[in-house]
């Protein structure tokens, strides 16, 4: 029966790959409350994992720009299976409530997720865009660039939609050739090609599963934001955010930004 190796004259192998160091020199929690070491690392592993949405979703844009549209299919469901993860993250908040948080929210000072700058690049990447929001990175020159590169980039949408044209979809020029750091807006034409597609093609067929990844990326980065207000309002109620928001009733608003806003529409063409 093979035994594991035992000896190792420094860290083992396994510390090196994984950087253990690294993770147990993260900051810690600041007070003795209870629930406070679950906030931070929640907060730290939803980032990490933000960082795999972001290499995922760049990768699509790219991919999306050549012939291999399955490979480019496959990291947006790989970036749909990291966000459902994410998500299922929220359960230990869900319990916080306002006694419990007001115990250790002063550590927060002014910080605040909305500060995000990965979270915020992985919504410049879906094609919800704001120079205003970017603008909280400016002190951050390395940060800033890489956000303003994806605020002026095309979004995965906007890929998307290059590939239905190429395919022969009617998708107007406007949209095509439209500034990307503008936010995007509906357009009839563009519902209408996601409804061919719904209404010819099917499971197997490139398109019907780029458009249904594609669909699965949105539905997972909208419960987020769904998931996040619940624990927002769970744990404070209406008070003000540490970021100088008004707090819930900010964070409602962003829901109305709709990610890939035809390709829920179309359905009801079909
Ligand atoms: C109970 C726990 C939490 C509370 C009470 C909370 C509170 C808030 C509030 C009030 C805002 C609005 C901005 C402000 O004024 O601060 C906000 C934004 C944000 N928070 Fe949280 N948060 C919580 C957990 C988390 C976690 C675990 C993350 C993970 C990284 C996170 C990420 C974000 C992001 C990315 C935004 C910006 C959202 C946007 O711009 O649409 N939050 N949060």
Known sequence: MGSPELSFTHATPYDDYVGTATLRALPGPRTDAPE???????????????????????????LLGGPRLPEATA???RAAAYLDVVNAAWRPLNRLT????????????????????????????????????????????????????????????DAALSV????????PAAVLTRAPETPYRPDPQVEKAWARVYAELGPGDELWELAEALTDVSDGFTQWRVRHLA????????????????????????????????????????
């Open 164 to 171: 239905l044209d190429r395919r022969g979809y009617d998708v």
């Open 98 to 157: 306002p006694r419990r948080f007001n115990a250790f929210r002063a550590g927060l000072g002014e910080g605040s997720g909305f500060q995000s700058a990965l979270y915020r690049e992985v919504e410049f990447l879906l094609g919800d865009k704001s120079a205003s929001l970017a603008q909280v990175h400016r002190g951050n020159p390395e940060t800033y660039r890489e956000l303003l590169a994806a605020l002026r980039a095309p979004s995965l949408y």
């Open 75 to 77: 990291a947006i469901a």
């Open 36 to 62: 406070e070491p679950a906030f931070l690392v929640t907060t730290q592993v939803m980032e990490l994992y933000f960082g795999l949405v972001r290499t995922e979703l760049r990768l699509a844009v790219r």
């Open 231 to 270: 624990a927002v309002r769970r744990s404070m109620g209406a008070k003000a955010g540490t970021g100088g928001s008004s707090g819930a009733s900010w964070l409602e608003r962003t829901l109305r930004r709709e990610i890939f806003p035809e390709l829920w529409s179309a359905r009801t063409l079909v």
